[in-house]
C-alpha cells in the first residue's frame, strides 16, 4: 500500500476518533439518534438484491461499514458479514449497534488488517458512500487486495459518484483532515476492473442531482483467475 493510500487512512481515522465524524455529521444525527429513515430507506439491500448478490450462503464484505446502517439491513439475508472500517474504537460502537438490533454474524475488521483477517472464500464486496472519501490509490489497493479474498464468480457492487464539472473526474483526494470527494467516470471505472483483473459485468446510474451521477459497478472475479 503506497504513502497516498496510508495518509489516507490515517486522516479518516483522525476524523472519527478524533473529530467525531459519524457524531456531528449532518447526515448521520449522531450515534445515538439515527435510524435507518436518517439514511432512506434499504438503499443497500435493494442494491445488492438488484445484481443478484444476497443468497443466504453468501458471505459478504462491506468497505468502510460505519455504524452498520448498511449491514443491518441485509445481514439477515447472508450468512456472514465482516465489516471493514480504520477505527478500533468506531467498529467497538458498530458491533454493540448491530448485536442489539439481534445481529450477530458479524465480525468487525481493522482496514490495516483486511488482507490478514478476511478469508479468501468471500462471495461479495459491498461499499456505499465510501469510494468518494478515498484516493483513487487506495481504491485500487481495496480492489485488487479484496479480488483474491473472492471465490471464483465472487463479486464487487460497489458505488461511486460522478460530478459533472470541468476538471474534477482528475481530482483527488487532498491529504488533510477533510471530507473529500472524488469523481469517477465510466471510462476510469472500466480502467479501474481492467486495472484488478476483474471483469467488467455492468453499471448501473441514477442521476441524483443536475451535476451529479450514482454509479454502482458490478465487477466480478473471473473463474480459474489468481
Known sequence: MGDSS?????????????????????????????????????????ALAAFGALA?????AVI?????????????????????????????????????????????VLASEY?????????????????????????????????KHLVDGGVFVVQFLEELYDGVDQRDAELRVYEPSISWTLAQLAQLSIDTGLRFREVRTQMLGPRTLWHWVHFAKEAGSA
Open 6 to 46: 496510508n495518509s489516507n487512512l490515517e486522516y479518516w481515522v483522525r476524523l472519527q476518533d478524533d473529530e467525531g465524524y459519524f457524531d456531528n455529521h449532518p447526515i448521520y444525527h449522531g450515534a445515538r439518534e439515527f435510524s435507518l429513515n436518517d439514511y432512506g430507506g434499504d438503499d443497500a439491500g435493494q
Open 115 to 147: 488482507d490478514e483477517r478476511l478469508p479468501h472464500d468471500l462471495d461479495v464486496v459491498f461499499s456505499v458512500v465510501v469510494m468518494q472519501h478515498l484516493t483513487r490509490d487506495l481504491v485500487r489497493d481495496y480492489f485488487r487486495t479484496l479480488r
Open 56 to 60: 443466504p450462503g453468501k458471505k459478504v
Open 64 to 108: 468502510g461499514c460505519g455504524y452498520g446502517r448498511e449491514t443491518l439491513q441485509f445481514a439477515g439475508e447472508v450468512a456472514h458479514v465482516w465489516g471493514i472500517d480504520v477505527s478500533a474504537k468506531l467498529l467497538a460502537r458498530t458491533q454493540s449497534f448491530l448485536a442489539s438490533r439481534g445481529i450477530d454474524n458479524f465480525s468487525p
